[in-house]
């Protein structure tokens, strides 16, 4: 009787391999869940009011909007402004229900955002470092074709009950009208800003450069370094346009 060859189990392809790297994937899977749960418990711990948002699928979005102009970048609810909450069995609740879900941070109620490029956000954040400025949570999101983001994460200018006393600023920014700020973008009332971690399609993501453990600082000690810092950087974008004909 002919003997039977018997492959090793061990081999790649086979059952027990096969076995084996998808348990090693499901841990990785796990891991990583378990901890954008903690990351994101811990942006509530820290105050910041939290809505679910969309998702990627693939290079589209999880929302039913035929060619969403933002995919993965917009709240799920257009009544995110008062469903944000920076309560933690409630965030654990949505990541139950919507493990994929992204989250956004609504602004202007307990912190804002000073949102600049992320070039000149480097040069700024290693200018106030260096001053021994206290600088406060920063967050990294790239916004492909143009060059990423910084975001820089302050205390809020307030919500005074008298809206008399709310002082408006040309550099607010609202979801609607960020392609008007392509310099500083300064999100308070009335806007928002992914939180991390964040997926965006393709292998791009939102994430914690100083994370939200860092105590907020008032927006207008990073003022004046974020505004020289883009001021710098339009310029070098106006050089290097000059230029690009020549070169």
């Known amino acids: 009787m002919a003997r039977v060859r018997r492959l090793p189990q061990w081999l790649p392809g086979t059952r027990r391999g096969r076995t084996r790297g998808s348990a090693a994937a499901a841990e990785r899977l796990q891991a990583a869940a378990a901890e954008r749960r903690e990351l994101l418990l811990a942006a509530a711990d820290a105050g910041l009011p939290l809505a679910p948002a969309a998702y990627p699928e693939g290079y589209g979005c999880s929302c039913d909007r035929i060619g969403c102009p933002s995919p993965g970048r917009h709240p799920v609810s257009f009544a995110w ?10 965030v654990e609740r949505w990541l139950a229900a919507q493990p994929e879900a992204n989250f ?13 490029p992320q070039e000149a956000g480097t040069r700024a954040l290693a200018q106030l470092e260096g001053e021994g400025v206290a600088v406060g949570p920063v967050a990294v999101s790239p916004e492909p074709p143009g060059p990423g983001r910084m975001l820089f994460f302050t205390s809020t200018r307030g919500t005074p009950e008298d809206e008399d006393e709310w002082w408006p600023c040309e550099l607010d920014c609202r979801p609607e009208t960020m392609d008007e700020h392509p310099g500083l973008r300064w999100h308070c009332r009335g806007s928002y800003v992914l939180v991390p971690p964040a997926r965006l399609p393709g292998d791009d993501g939102v994430t914690w450069l100083r994370g939200p453990e860092h105590p907020l600082p008032d927006p207008l000690t990073l003022l004046e370094a974020l505004t020289d810092a883009c001021a710098a950087y339009a310029g070098a974008e106006r050089e290097r346009e000059a230029a690009w004909p020549l070169s």
């Not at 402004?81 to 409630?90: E, G, L």
């Not at 941070?105 to 949102?115: E, F, M, Y």
């Open 104 to 116: 956004i941070t609504a602004t202007g109620r307990s912190h804002d955002v000073l949102d600049v």
């Open 81 to 90: 402004q008062t469903q944000a909450s920076a309560d933690a069995q409630r």
